[in-house]
């Protein structure tokens, strides 16, 4: 694996150093032949890299604002460090919305589904687990479902709680909630099927985000986990996922 390596980077100049500095080091291999990626940047650029499906694992160096899920940038020494990291396997979201047009489109999300109000009003949602209503009406800013990885990013930002990995559950996390004013959301096992009803669609338009691909003017949008897809991030010995998110809860 060391001595196949692609390398991406994200369109900062720092991250474009980086990238060459690294490619005059290790060489570049071929994506299609390559057995690791080397993500340069923040995490946009690694849910982008996860998101184009290589197959790959995915080792990140922070060259970008936050890094969560990225690991120091170092560049010596990367095939040895390369061939001691730990891999986090993640499973992304499967999102279905239904627009007013009558069309339907589909995403994929690793770190979480959003539904957010696109206009004055706050949205009305009606919130659906596995085929039975369990809230009639919430009347919010919007909700998001998170998986454990993206627990951490806009989840935590609106007050949800932060999951571990192994836990086999999602956030589902209000945003700005009015109605009823003191729920924050919900614990859901990830085998569960969400789906959000948008009430007055017309006078309280409703955008679906997955990943920052956002939909708008949504009837609808269903929500499930895709256990079928699986996705390696590789993390220096001692900096996994795990550790970070149970050091951010310390914080």
């Known amino acids: 694996m060391t001595d196949a390596i692609h390398f991406v980077a994200s369109t900062t100049a720092t991250a474009a150093l980086a990238r060459a500095d690294l490619i005059a080091r290790?060489?570049?291999t071929p994506v299609d032949k390559a057995k690791v990626i080397v993500a340069l940047g923040g995490d946009?650029?690694?849910?982008?890299?996860?998101?184009?499906?290589?197959?790959?694992?995915?080792?990140?160096?922070n060259r970008g604002t936050?890094?969560?899920?990225?690991?120091?940038?170092?560049?010596?020494a990367l095939p040895e460090r390369l061939a001691v990291a730990e891999a986090t396997v993640i499973h992304p979201l499967s999102m279905t919305a239904e627009t007013i047009d009558g069309r339907q489109h589909n995403a994929v999300a690793i770190n979480e589904v959003a539904l957010l109000r696109a206009g004055p009003q706050a949205a009305r949602l009606q919130i659906s687990v596995n085929g039975r209503v369990r809230m009639e009406e919430l009347v919010c800013d919007g909700a998001l479902l998170s998986t454990p990885a993206g627990s951490t990013a806009y989840n935590y930002s609106a007050?949800?709680?932060?999951?571990?990995?192994?836990s086999d559950v999602l956030a589902l996390t209000a945003i700005a909630a009015f109605r009823p004013r003191r729920w924050h959301g919900a614990i859901l096992p990830d085998t569960a099927?969400?789906?959000?009803?948008?009430?007055?669609p017309d006078k309280r338009p409703v955008m679906a985000d997955a990943d920052s691909r956002g939909v708008e003017q949504v009837l609808w949008v269903e929500v499930t986990s895709d256990r079928e897809v699986s996705h390696r991030l590789l993390f220096d010995p001692g900096h996994g996922l795990d550790?970070?998110?149970?050091?951010?809860?310390?914080?």
């Open 193 to 200: 099927r969400l789906r959000f009803d948008i009430l007055e």
């Open 44 to 61: 946009g650029l690694m849910l982008a890299t996860l998101h184009a499906r290589h197959g790959l694992p995915v080792y990140g160096m």
């Open 66 to 76: 936050v890094g969560f899920l990225m690991n120091d940038y170092v560049a010596d």
């Open 26 to 28: 290790y060489g570049q």
């Open 159 to 166: 007050h949800g709680p932060i999951l571990p990995l192994e």
């Open 243 to 251: 550790e970070r998110l149970m050091r951010e809860q310390f914080v």
